[in-house]
């Protein structure tokens, strides 16, 4: 066997098969493979930020370069000299720069990073070097040079970059058993960044996208392995039924995004009646709704279901030193701060080395000039006597000067002309040597103050080139979307209760409600016993159910009231309890576990609803009382697994609902999140009032629209929202606004007559626009008049509204304010006021704290804890009808 194929070993076994391995192959040549293409081809480098096809295509572009543009097709190919690849990869790698527009100016059509139109083909389009390019990428004096891949060209080992260019642009690439993924970031946020370190103070810089949207950096983690981007596209509602996307998640398009909100509504998650795409310079997508379909439910479910909402997992990797180095964005823009002020001072050493030199041969010149050392030289019949008689000549004159003379300096005193040293003027040349001098003296300031010298080149860069470049992401903090909440419930659930079948093929039984495919069912049956299972075509839970519905995890408002018997024959007992959360499938028994023991009465109550039922015993023995009446809301709510309070010890007969109940709960607090632009319930953000299932919220904008909604934890606000509070219908709004046709400004006062509708409370002319509104009882307002020419400027006037204007309605003209010119109306303290207290029935102080804690004892499913509680009464309880 050969050397050269040392790695292939031949054996023969009995079937006189013969076997190769490879392993020697595989272990050298793979990993040969495998460090070229993540060095040669997938990873950039930490250094200037290129891979190197992107660096090769902007150094042929700099060979190139005459300020003109060039054919991409022509660029590609002298590319081909540096880089060992095909046209295509090439075309594709420049096509890419060019539409980050930042190193590339581009003419023709690249194609639309927006709706993932591909560029046109290489000899349509041309491109040539953009001005911040030149400025920041080039230096040939401070470039590392080395042999193209056929030793017949020199190219750039790295490119002396002058900007953290990886993180501006971004980079991304799959190697072999590693990959890299680095988000592109604000152009502007990160020189801010760079003079932040350089001052030596903290930052953070979070990714920007190209194709804006919103998004959540909350889980960066710097850029680094583990971190999670979340964004969003903007949408926001047209009309009632039509909702609008004006910006894209990045890595999509308006095509993929379009197919992914058809897929979902073919799935059955939203509903959409039609799509329109509009998209040109911007995005507009137009995704009209059917009627009765709630926009703000829809977008959710745009988020929980389409592309409208992606998640990005960066992985910061990089090459230095020849090897892959995973580093985070701020490490990142270190790095590439400190490597530019290296940049910057070796320029400067180099221009320092260059001005010097300038003034060495200008004094030089003066000297051999001015002494007229020219003249020693007619004499002499040889070079080298030339050259000896000048530097003799120049001897007795050089004491000033900072280097010795070489041989060289003297050569090119002999190539001054004649014609030069007879126009020689001994000022200019002062003056020269004067400049030059100003000129060393200015670039050892700046070696010398080299940190200010860098922060100056950075503002500058931001001044010349930022504008234009503001951030386009917008960035928030998100809320999980509870997808059960806001998908479509296009299938029905039916039970048959009395074989124990829920499912959504049971067509022939009895409909319950429509679900989603991804919803949780909550059964119970007469039995005691409760489960949760997901929705299915056809599910056994057990025989006699009782109630069905859909299930909302973490619900403490749904309360459910039940009456059991506890075995054959034993005591009744009553509850109360919420059911926040089990595991699926399981079989919970509410009951006190013995066996036969029977539900009397059942109910499920959304808003905790306590009603008050009639007990009906058999007479038996020596009861006297045999009919009396129980209030749920005397009975405290605990756990699921509580054995609940005596109802009595003898038998019941029937129990019969008597009135149906109020909640027992108290209102829900409510808080509005303006970083998310959300309302909660959660105690995050600004509390914006204590809310029962009537109560509604007032939404007024600076657009002057007006309207009442119901406070649903899904609702979507516009930008322009300036109030936000629970609205009380008796509560005028006051409002002060510029009529734009009759150019004055008036006052109104109104009450909201039409719940829930949107109406508009200012004149629709384009000019008029709304100066104050005020929701308080009694406000104040002061009005500061314009000067005009020859006359005094007019005392400002305080207006007490409630006295200006009676309430009239919405839609009228109002009163007019002054007729002298306005320069501007300010809001003043409002007058004091009692306002007229709400009347609501009392409270049971039962909720959060007590669920929680009734949770926790369940799911140790420990019944012997559970303590009885007796209602004071003899003979009294609360029983089951179904």
């Known amino acids: 066997m050969s050397d050269d194929n040392n790695d292939l070993i031949n054996e023969q076994d009995d079937n006189n098969e013969t076997i190769t391995r490879v392993t020697g192959m595989f272990k050298d040549w793979f990993l040969d493979y495998a460090s070229y293409v993540i060095l040669e081809r997938a990873v950039p480098a930490i250094e200037d930020g290129f891979k190197p096809v992107q660096r090769r295509i902007m150094h042929s572009m700099k060979d190139l370069d005459d300020g003109r543009y060039n054919k991409v097709a022509n660029i590609v190919g002298h590319t081909m000299q540096y880089h060992p690849h095909g046209d295509a990869s090439i075309a594709d790698a420049m096509v890419q720069i060019g539409q980050k527009d930042l190193l590339i100016d581009t003419q023709g059509n690249w194609g639309n990073i927006l709706t993932g139109d591909r560029a046109a083909a290489s000899r349509y389009i041309e491109a040539r070097l953009s001005k911040f390019a030149l400025e920041v990428v080039y230096n040939p004096k401070i470039t590392e040079w080395q042999s193209s891949y056929d030793a017949r060209r020199k190219e750039p080992v790295n490119l002396p970059v002058m900007f953290p260019l990886l993180l501006a642009q971004g980079g991304e690439g799959i190697a072999v058993g590693l990959s890299t993924k680095i988000l592109p970031h604000n152009f502007i946020e990160l020189i801010d960044a760079s003079v932040k370190h350089l001052k030596g103070k903290r930052f953070t810089i979070l990714p920007d996208f190209p194709t804006a949207g919103i998004a959540d950096f909350s889980n960066y983690n710097d850029g680094l392995r583990g971190g999670k ?141 001015e002494k007229r050392i020219y003249r020693d030289i007619e004499d002499q019949e040889t070079w080298q006597g030339v050259i000896k008689a000048i530097d003799k000549g120049l001897q007795p004159h050089i004491k000033h000067l900072k280097r010795p003379i070489i041989e060289e300096d003297i050569v090119r005193l002999t190539e001054i002309r004649i014609k030069r040293i007879s126009k020689f003027d001994i000022d200019k040349a002062q003056q020269k040597i004067d400049a030059i001098e100003d000129q060393i003296a200015e670039v050892k300031h700046h070696l010398a103050n080299l940190i200010d010298y860098s922060i100056a080149y950075f503002e500058r860069l931001k001044k010349e080139y930022g504008k234009g470049r503001e951030r386009k992401t917008e960035i928030r903090t998100f809320e999980d979307v509870d997808a059960t909440k806001v998908v479509i419930r296009n299938t029905k659930l039916y039970v048959n209760r009395e074989e124990g079948f829920i499912g959504t093929s049971l067509r022939r039984d009895e409909y319950v409600c429509d679900c989603s495919d991804i919803d949780d069912i909550i059964v119970f049956t007469n039995h005691g016993k409760m489960m ?65 023991s029977k539900n009397w009465y059942f109910s499920a109550n959304p808003n905790g609803e306590a009603e008050v039922i009639t007990i009906h015993l058999r007479q038996a023995g020596s009861i006297k009382k045999l009919k009396w009446d129980i209030d749920f809301a005397d009975v405290l709510i605990k756990g699921r697994a509580s054995k609940g309070n005596l109802v009595t010890k003898y038998s019941v007969k029937k129990i019969e609902l008597k009135e149906k109940g109020v909640s ?75 009529n734009g046709e009759k150019e004055l400004y008036y006052v109104k006062r109104f009450l909201i007559e039409n719940e829930g509708k949107e109406e508009s409370f200012i004149s629709e ?82 909720v959060d704290e007590i669920i929680e804690q009734a949770d926790s004892k369940d799911s140790t499913e420990d019944k012997s804890q559970s303590k009885d509680d007796d209602l004071d009464i003899d003979d009294k309880g609360q029983v089951t009808l179904f």
């Open 229 to 369: 981007v979340r964004v969003r596209a903007k949408i926001s509602q047209l009309d009632k039924n039509t909702l609008v996307i004006t910006e894209i998640p990045f890595a999509t398009n308006t095509s993929s995004l379009i197919d992914s909100i058809l897929k979902a509504n073919d799935k059955g998650k939203i509903k959409v009646k039609k799509i329109e795409d509009n998209t040109a310079a911007d995005v507009e997508i137009l995704v009209h709704l059917p009627s009765g379909i709630s926009p703000d439910k829809t977008i959710d479910a745009l988020y929980a279901f389409t592309n409208c909402e992606t998640s990005i997992s960066p992985l910061g990797c990089v090459i230095e030193d020849n090897k892959p180095f995973f580093v985070g964005v701020s490490e990142m823009l270190r790095r590439s701060t400190d490597n530019t002020v290296q940049l910057l001072k070796s320029n400067l050493e180099i221009k320092l080395s260059e001005f010097e030199e300038q003034w060495h041969f200008a004094s030089l010149e003066r000297i051999f000039i």
């Open 532 to 596: 949760i299972t997901k929705v299915d075509s056809k599910t056994f839970i057990g025989k006699d159910i009782i109630h069905v519905a859909v299930f909302k995890k973490k619900d403490k408002r749904t309360i459910y009231n039940m009456i059991y018997r506890d075995g054959a024959k034993g005591p009744t007992y009553i509850k109360r309890f919420a059911v926040t959360s089990v595991t699926r499938d399981r079989e919970y028994d509410l009951t006190n576990g013995n066996k036969s």
């Open 664 to 738: 027992t709960l108290k209102p829900r607090k409510i808080w509005f999140d303006d970083t998310v632009q959300r309302l909660n319930v959660d105690n995050r953000g600004e509390l914006v009032g204590e809310f029962r299932g009537e109560d509604r919220l007032l939404i007024i904008t600076q657009s002057g629209m007006v309207k009442t909604i119901l406070p649903e934890l899904t609702t979507h606000f516009d930008n322009d929202m300036i109030v936000l509070e629970k609205w009380i219908p008796k509560k005028p709004i006051s409002v002060i606004y510029f």
């Open 765 to 846: 002319h384009p000019s008029s626009q709304l100066e104050i509104v005020s929701t308080d009882w009694k406000p104040m307002a002061e009005i500061e008049f314009t000067k005009e020419r020859g006359k005094e400027r007019k005392d400002n006037e305080t207006v007490n509204v409630e006295d200006f204007i009676a309430i009239k309605g919405i839609s009228a003209l109002g009163n007019q304010l002054t007729k002298d010119k306005v320069n501007q109306v300010n809001i003043l303290e409002s007058l004091p006021y009692e306002a007229p207290e709400e009347v609501h029935a009392v409270d049971i102080e039962v």
